[in-house]
């Protein structure tokens, strides 16, 4: 069966492909891969999703969006520092497995940062030791947010459904700090773009299993941007500092801000439940456009062993999202295992289209 929702990824997502992290003071393997943007795109072939394109996004000019979300200062860092490390070592002398990164050490204490050093100013602009800065990062996350940019012009378009594999992810990005593998909030940025042609209202539903601090935050005390979010309760997962229930929004965002945290163990029928909570949020907020921040990490062989959905769940929650008829882009988050990834974003997408 021939499948034709336009699908948006963009080859360049392949230089960045960064190989640790630092996770309780060890060097771990960087979940990050680039086999999860593989196994995504095996997938959607095998399974008939004949719009499969792999677009050339960088005729789009993004930054003025860019600009509109994040702060100039943090961008100029990102590209500067991304300049610096790739004068370090010749292009071809850098193989995968010794590809430099830049990582915090020192966290801003200060507001400025007088030091020119990347090692000392990325301690502003970082919250994490899980987002290293690549030769490429800069280049490759303004791609990402690109290809979000065309899957939101396609949705302007009429198309009521675009999916697009943003990687790096985007919710957790803030206005001027990376984190959680984010470097640019695609989410947001594709939201403006939205609001800068004409819509009123957009609401983000975020069901990765991380709570998008970054949406929250660069939203929330705007009344045109909802955010409603399914997450692991950060009182025991990251990003830990936001995500509770009683954070709804201020001044005009006031009550346009759900959280709807969840145990540890997780499983079908109270995600399920909980996920109907939100939709009626949705449903009351009435915007003109829905995104989905889609993660599978809730899936139940996820690295992060938190919640216990399974492949097939991701159909029903496909399916009940498309109740609220809604014109959709869904934009691509986390999900950690490539061996279920792929199967599980094709599942959601047949969910989502009623097939
Ligand atoms: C977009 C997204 O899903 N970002 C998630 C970032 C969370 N990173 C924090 C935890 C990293 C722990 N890594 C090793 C342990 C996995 N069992
Ligand atoms: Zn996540």
């Known amino acids: 069966m021939r499948i034709e929702v336009p699908v948006i990824c963009s080859q360049e997502t392949f230089q960045h492909n960064p190989q640790y992290e630092i996770h ?74 010794e590809m430099r990164a830049l990582y915090p050490q020192v966290f801003g204490y200060s507001s400025s940062c007088r030091s020119e050093e990347s ?29 979000a940019l065309a899957g939101a012009e396609i949705l302007r378009r009429g198309e009521p459904y675009v999916y697009v594999l943003t990687r790096p992810p985007g919710h957790h990005a803030e206005k001027d700090k990376m984190g959680g593998y984010c470097y640019l909030n695609n989410d947001v940025i594709a939201a403006q773009y939205l609001i800068g042609n004409g819509a009123k209202r ?59 945290p969840l145990p ?21 907020y009435d915007p003109d456009y829905l995104i989905v921040a889609a993660g599978f990490d809730t899936h139940k062989d996820d690295p992060f062993q938190t919640f216990k959905l399974s492949t097939s769940y991701y159909w029903r929650l496909g399916k009940e999202i498309k109740r609220l008829k809604r014109r959709t882009l869904v934009l691509q988050e986390g999900g950690y295992n490539p061996e279920v990834l792929g199967e599980s974003v094709v599942v959601f997408l047949r969910g989502l289209l009623g097939i």
């Open 24 to 97: 309780k003071g060890e060097r771990v393997p960087h979940l990050d891969s680039v086999e999860r943007v593989l196994a995504i795109k095996r997938a959607l072939k095998e399974s008939g999703f004949a719009n499969f394109k792999n677009i050339d996004v960088s005729s789009i000019d993004g930054m003025p969006w860019i600009r509109q979300v994040h702060d100039s200062a943090y961008l100029r860092f990102l590209q500067r520092a991304s300049r610096r490390i790739r004068g370090l070592v010749p292009d071809e002398e850098v193989s995968p497995g």
């Open 119 to 147: 090692e000392a100013e990325i301690g502003l602009f970082a919250f994490d030791l899980y987002t290293p800065v690549m030769r490429h990062t800069f280049a490759v996350a303004v791609d990402s947010a690109r290809c």
């Open 202 to 260: 957009v609401a983000i539903l975020d069901v990765d299993l991380h709570h998008g601090n970054g949406v929250q935050n660069l939203t929330y005390e705007r009344g045109d941007i909802a955010y409603i979010s399914l997450h692991g309760d950060p009182r025991f997962t990251f990003p830990y500092f936001s995500g509770y229930e009683d954070e709804t929004g201020e001044n005009a965002g006031q009550g346009t801000k759900h959280n709807f």
């Open 264 to 284: 540890k163990g997780t499983e079908e029928e109270l995600y399920h439940e909980t996920l109907k909570k939100a939709l009626r949020k949705i449903a009351f």
